[in-house]
T-cell receptor
Framework: ETGVTQSPTHLIKTRGQQVTLRCSSQSGHNTVSWYQQALGQGPQFIFQ???????GRGNFPPRFSGLQFPNYSSELNVNALELDDSALYLCASSLSRTSGSGELFFGEGSRLTVL | AQTVTQSQPEMSVQEAETVTLSCTYD???????LFWYKQPPSRQMILVIR??????QNATENRFSVNFQKAAKSFSLKISDSQLGDAAMYFC??????????FGAGTILRVKS
């Protein structure tokens, strides 16, 4: 069983640029969510995708957008990068959008540095 | 909005000893789920233990157990017989629906040999 994989693991961008982060969900999982984890802080929920539709969003501006593909993999896009966007971006997958106590499986994250 | 508070930025424990990490949360809901996650330097979040709010019995997973006090909105994690591999950042998290977890700021656990 393949776990959640994210790419790239590290990247450096400059202010104003755009970035795309990718996530392959665990085999059989149809729900993917993205989190932003600033240095020394807990992760914050960005949004969730279920069967290619956004299915919940946290307090992030519209320049944070995403996609989910038919194979349930996902992308996180951030436009007009700001210095405060520097963070670890985590992807998590699960079997269902309302799995209650069900486990989320996290990837190792993509570390974004904005200069 | 739900909030999760971890008041201990850092804790230390001697190998083989017991340590308790604290967590409080705020919610107006009666049905929800609580979790403890571990994040080692590899960065991957690993589920340690989970608790359903409707269950009065405290969850246990081997050396890990929780003290869930619903009225006090408290959810502490006890690690018994601490091992060097337990050293990591620990996050308390709340979940109502879907994949939206609300995390605390985390507690760094250091294990001394």
């Amino acid at each position: 069983e393949t776990g959640v994989t994210q790419s790239p693991t590290h990247l450096i961008k400059t202010r104003g640029q755009q970035v795309t982060l990718r996530c392959s969900s665990q085999s059989g999982h149809n729900t993917v969510s993205w989190y932003q984890q600033a240095l020394g802080q807990g992760p914050q929920f960005i949004f969730q995708y279920y069967r290619e539709e956004e299915n919940g969003r946290g307090n992030f501006p519209p320049r944070f957008s995403g996609l989910q593909f038919p194979n349930y993999s996902s992308e996180l896009n951030v436009n007009a990068l700001e210095l405060d966007d520097s963070a670890l971006y985590l992807c998590a997958s699960s079997l269902s959008r309302t799995s209650g106590s069900g486990e989320l499986f996290f990837g190792e994250g993509s570390r974004l540095t904005v200069l | 909005a739900q909030t999760v508070t971890q008041s201990q930025p850092e804790m230390s424990v001697q190998e083989a000893e017991t340590v308790t990490l604290s967590c409080t949360y705020d919610t107006s809901e009666s049905d929800y789920y609580l979790f403890w996650y571990k994040q080692p330097p590899s960065r991957q979040m690993i589920l340690v233990i989970r608790q359903e709010a409707y269950k009065q019995q405290n969850a246990t997973e081997n050396r890990f157990s929780v003290n869930f006090q619903k009225a006090a909105k408290s959810f502490s994690l006890k690690i018994s017989d601490s091992q060097l591999g337990d050293a990591a950042m620990y996050f308390c998290a709340y979940r109502r629906f879907g994949n939206k977890l609300v995390f605390g700021a985390g507690t760094i656990l250091r294990v001394k040999s």
